[in-house]
Nanobody, 116 residues
Framework: QAQLVESGGGLVQPGGSLRLSCATS????????MGWYRQAPGKQRTLVAS???????NYADSLKGRFTISRDDAKATVHLQMNSLKPEDTAVYYC??????????WGQGTQVTVSP
């Protein structure tokens, strides 16, 4: 049974928006730091954003101002709102949950393609 279930990827034109969602169990949502990495073809996986169970947020410097991570406490879901998308944002986006330095859970990945 998947612990992290992602949704919301797809094809969007440059300048458009997408919202990714990562649903999980209540126990993980209340205990773990959650966030998103992305991996473009031929490149390493890089951090996009993270949010702790207390609501502290961290973004990759290059994405500040365009991406917003948030928690939906009622649905035990983390969202990633992505605006002003660029072709270089094209990647597979992975949700994760971690405690300390251990990445305990990963989502299956969702493809985001930004293309005219």
């Amino acid at each position: 049974q998947a612990q992290l279930v992602e949704s919301g990827g797809g094809l969007v034109q440059p300048g458009g928006s997408l919202r990714l969602s990562c649903a999980t169990s209540r126990s993980i949502f209340n205990t773990y730091t959650m966030g998103w990495y992305r991996q473009a073809p031929g490149k390493q996986r890089t951090l996009v954003a993270s949010i702790t169970n207390g609501g502290s947020i961290n973004y990759a410097d290059s994405l500040k101002g365009r991406f917003t991570i948030s928690r939906d406490d009622a649905k035990a879901t983390v969202h990633l709102q992505m605006n002003s998308l660029k072709p270089e944002d094209t990647a597979v986006y992975y949700c994760y949950a971690k405690r300390g330095f251990i990445y305990n859970y990963w989502g299956q990945g969702t493809q985001v393609t930004v293309s005219p």
